[in-house]
């Protein structure tokens, strides 16, 4: 079992920036892709950004340059650093792991999931 909390989520002006992060504990994040979806108010999750553990990324087409999914150093966390910020990245931002090396954009896809971080973006 592989369990993920997300934090970083917070207030921020448009245009500014935040970086969200996804800890996974109980079992090592290789050979998982992780992903980052998003859940706005009255809206379905969407994918948002994906990396897999040969460092290949994946990307939304809303965020592409804006956004950017990362590894650190630890080799069981995962960041989204998300720039130029817009009203209309305020969402429930939500960490997800599958157990394959293959990207896939749908929630179906993911078997674990964190609890959320909310991030908004004020006009």
């Known amino acids: 079992q592989v369990q993920l909390v997300e934090s970083g989520g917070g207030l921020v002006q448009a245009g500014g920036s935040l970086r969200v992060s996804c800890a996974a504990s109980?079992?090592?994040?290789?050979?998982?892709?992780v992903a980052w979806f998003r859940q706005a108010p009255g809206k379905e999750r969407e994918f948002t950004a994906a990396i897999n553990w040969s460092g290949a990324t994946r990307y939304a087409d809303s965020v592409k340059g804006r956004f950017t999914i990362a590894r650190d150093g630890a080799p069981n966390t995962v960041h989204l650093q998300m720039n130029s910020l817009k009203p209309e990245d305020t969402a429930v931002y939500y960490c997800?792991?599958?157990?394959?090396?293959?990207?896939?954009?749908?929630?179906?896809?993911?078997?674990?999931w964190g609890q959320g971080t909310q991030v908004t973006v004020s006009s």
């Open positions: 997800a792991a599958r157990q394959s090396q293959i990207f896939m954009s749908e929630t179906g896809g993911y078997g674990y």
């Open positions: 109980g079992r090592s994040f290789s050979s998982y892709t």
